[in-house]
């Protein structure tokens, strides 16, 4: 069992910025793919951004390319998502994913992914 746990959402204003941190526990982190997805209310989840297990490799939704980086330090089990110049169509609840590979790949589906975080909540007014 992995247990991940999100934190850093909130309110902020449009062009604001925001990190979310996703800490987790339970397995070796490093053998984990991870994922960053939200949920707006009404809609489905969609993914936001993936990184390999070792970090060379991320994805990134083409929504948030050149405004969200996605990092990861293994050392301390966490996964990050910096937002940066957020927009109103950013707002949801954003959730953290993680997936055991033997590779160095990254998963862009939510079917992809074995667990899941509870979310933190980012509002971005306008």
């Known amino acids: 069992q992995v247990q991940l746990v999100e934190s850093g959402g909130g309110l902020v204003q449009a062009g604001g910025s925001l990190r979310l941190s996703c800490a987790a526990s339970?397995?070796?982190?490093?053998?984990?793919?991870m994922g960053w997805f939200r949920q707006a209310p009404g809609k489905e989840r969609e993914f936001v951004a993936a990184i390999s297990r070792g970090g060379g490799s991320t994805r990134y939704a083409d929504s948030v390319k050149g405004r969200f980086t996605i990092s990861r330090d293994n050392a301390k089990n966490t996964v990050y998502l910096q937002m940066n110049s957020l927009k109103p169509e950013d707002t949801g609840v954003y959730h953290c994913?993680?997936?055991?590979?033997?590779?160095?790949?990254?998963?862009?589906?939510?079917?992809?992914?074995?667990?899941w975080g509870q979310g933190t909540q980012v509002t971005v007014s306008s």
């Open positions: 339970g397995r070796t982190f490093s053998n984990y793919a």
């Open positions: 994913a993680a997936d055991r590979r033997w590779d160095d790949g990254v998963i862009t589906s939510t079917g992809g992914y074995e667990y």
